[in-house]
Every structure is written in structure tokens, then in C-alpha cells.
């Protein structure tokens, strides 16, 4: 166990709706990543989050967005969600280099 | 920016025969390393890493990793694979002087089978 909670574990849901993941990072991590694993496209860094303020930002479409919150849990936004958006999405917190992963939210878009 | 080059996509072992995984990486500064697994089903486990110091890194489970700065590349060993090694293993890398961003990197995944 990472100390990284994820909900939920699965999502269904349809083309053009809008879903939202959470992370908990560890106690006391300021940084939360979140992360893309698809089959074609493996594993893709999608945006950084450190003490509230977006820090860095990989391939994320711009019909996905994040945020993170005073507590420091964050939330990833998935909008008019198309075919290709099914994947595994993870969140990871960081202290220095090195990051703990949750365990994955799998979403399927039908 | 970087890049993470896994050369194995899948590799097929009998138990008990030696393993190597390939991981080279392209980045022009100082690089922390890493090698992450994945059992089917499952979340991302950190192997082992590499920040600074002895290039040879001990992790988990027997593994253990080289550095070789001058060839880019930090491979994954196990003298002695097991049946529950089989998983997809992930090299990754981030910047070694990142400040607060260390996002990682990661290789396209090795998938390991060991056979009994």
C-alpha cells in the first residue's frame, strides 16, 4: 500500500459525458502527478500538481483538466469523452524524486 | 526532453534462468532512474531506483539495476527468475534536479512471462 487512494476503482460510461477522478496523495506529499496507460500510447504524463498551483503539464487534451484542492487531494476532469479516453489514469505524490502511485482508476468509455 | 528506449517488448523465461531488461535513456542533465512493476491488475510498484552514489542499486525482490552513465543506460537483472516475477516491468526517468517537478518519463514496458 503507496498511501495513495484512488476513487473510484472503475467507471463506465458513455461517449460525450464528463467523468471525474479523485487522488489522496500520502500524508504530507504537496505534489500530485497524474498519469495516462493506454495500449497504444503506454504510460503518458498528463499534468503536475504541487501545493494547489499547476506545476507542469504533459500530452493532457484540453478536454481534460485538474485541479487540486486546500486539502491537497486533487481531481482530474474528463469531458466529452470519446472511444480512445478508455485507459488507466494514476495519480502519483511525490516527496523529492521519487513517486508512490495509487492504485489506478480504470475507465471505460463506451 | 527526455526519452526512455525499453529494447524487449515481451521476453518468455523458464524459472530460473537469468533475466535482463534493456533501458536506455536520452537526457541531456542529471537524471534520477527508475524501474517500476506491474502485475497483472495492478498499480505500479517502485523496484528500485537510482539517485546518486554506487551505479549498482539493489531493489526489491532480488533485482537489481547498473547505471552506466557513459551508455545511457540503467538495466534491470535477476541472477534467478521466478514464476511470480512475470509482470510488465517499466523503466522510467525524471530530472535529478527537478526543484518540484520530477515528473517521470516512462518506457514503453517490457512484459516478462516465466514459465514453470
Known amino acids: 500500500d503507496s498511501g495513495v487512494t484512488q476513487t473510484p476503482k472503475h467507471l463506465i460510461t458513455a461517449t460525450g459525458q464528463r467523468v471525474t477522478l479523485r487522488c489522496s496523495p500520502r500524508?504530507?506529499?504537496?505534489?500530485v502527478y497524474w498519469y495516462q496507460q493506454s495500449l497504444d500510447q503506454g504510460l503518458q504524463f498528463l499534468i503536475q500538481y504541487y501545493n494547489g498551483e499547476e506545476r507542469a503539464k504533459g500530452n493532457i487534451l484540453e478536454r481534460f483538466s485538474a485541479q487540486q484542492f486546500p486539502d491537497l487531494h486533487s481531481e482530474l476532469n474528463l469531458s466529452s469523452l470519446e472511444l480512445g479516453d478508455s485507459a488507466l489514469y494514476f495519480c502519483?505524490?511525490?516527496?523529492?524524486?521519487?513517486?508512490?502511485f495509487g492504485p489506478g482508476t480504470r475507465l471505460t468509455v463506451l | 526532453a527526455q526519452s526512455v528506449s525499453q529494447h524487449n517488448h515481451h521476453v518468455i523465461l523458464s524459472e530460473a534462468a537469468s533475466l535482463e531488461l534493456g533501458c536506455n535513456y536520452s537526457y541531456g542533465g542529471t537524471v534520477n532512474l527508475f524501474w517500476y512493476v506491474q502485475y497483472p491488475g495492478q498499480h505500479l510498484q517502485l523496484l528500485l531506483k537510482?539517485?546518486?552514489?554506487?551505479?549498482l542499486v539493489k531493489g526489491i525482490k532480488g533485482f537489481e539495476a547498473e547505471f552506466i552513465k557513459s551508455k545511457f543506460s540503467f538495466n534491470l537483472r535477476k541472477p534467478s527468475v521466478q514464476w511470480s516475477d512475470t509482470a510488465e516491468y517499466f523503466c522510467?526517468?525524471?530530472?535529478?534536479?527537478?526543484?518540484?517537478?520530477?515528473?517521470?518519463?516512462f518506457g514503453k514496458g517490457t512484459l516478462l512471462t516465466v514459465n514453470p
Open positions: 522510467a526517468v525524471n530530472a535529478g534536479s527537478g526543484g518540484s517537478n520530477y515528473k517521470l518519463t
Open positions: 502519483a505524490s511525490s516527496v523529492g524524486g521519487e513517486q508512490f
Open positions: 537510482y539517485f546518486s552514489g554506487d551505479p
Open positions: 500524508s504530507g506529499d504537496l505534489s
